[in-house]
């Protein structure tokens, strides 16, 4: 059974930093790609990052680009997602997502967690 089980979120000042993990369970990260996901109250949801399992380069979006930073340890199936110089506008609810199998990133996995809040507040 395909699971994905994001943790790490919480509430952080601006400017803080959190690292967010997604442990992947039925599948291995070496057959697929694995994105971050977010949606904010009123937001449609976007893609904020993802790593293939296919030796491409990570993805980012423009507005986590040089902040956010994704990688994997395939020992532990666990993707992170390290959050740097947070903003207000990053509070969002995050979801990791996967298509198993699938070793390119995907706009639309089939497989998603139930998602962990990010709230950035002074």
């Known amino acids: 059974q395909v699971q994905l089980v994001e943790s790490g979120g919480g509430l952080v000042q601006p400017g803080g930093s959190l690292r967010l993990s997604c442990t992947a369970s039925?599948?291995?990260?070496?057959?697929?790609?694995v994105g971050w996901f977010r949606q904010a109250p009123g937001n449609e949801r976007e893609e904020v990052a993802c790593?293939?399992?296919?030796?491409?380069?990570?993805f980012y979006t423009d507005s986590t680009r040089g902040r956010f930073t994704i990688s994997r340890d395939i020992s532990k199936n666990t993707v992170y997602l390290q959050a740097d110089s947070l903003e207000p506008e990053d509070t969002a609810i995050y979801y990791c997502?996967?298509?198993?199998?699938?070793?390119?990133?995907?706009?639309?996995?089939?497989?998603w967690g139930q998602g962990t809040q990010v709230t950035v507040s002074a």
């Open positions: 039925g599948f291995t990260l070496e057959d697929s790609a």
């Open positions: 997502a996967a298509d198993v199998p699938g070793k390119i990133c995907s706009p639309r996995p089939d497989y």
């Open positions: 790593i293939s399992s296919a030796n491409e380069s990570p």
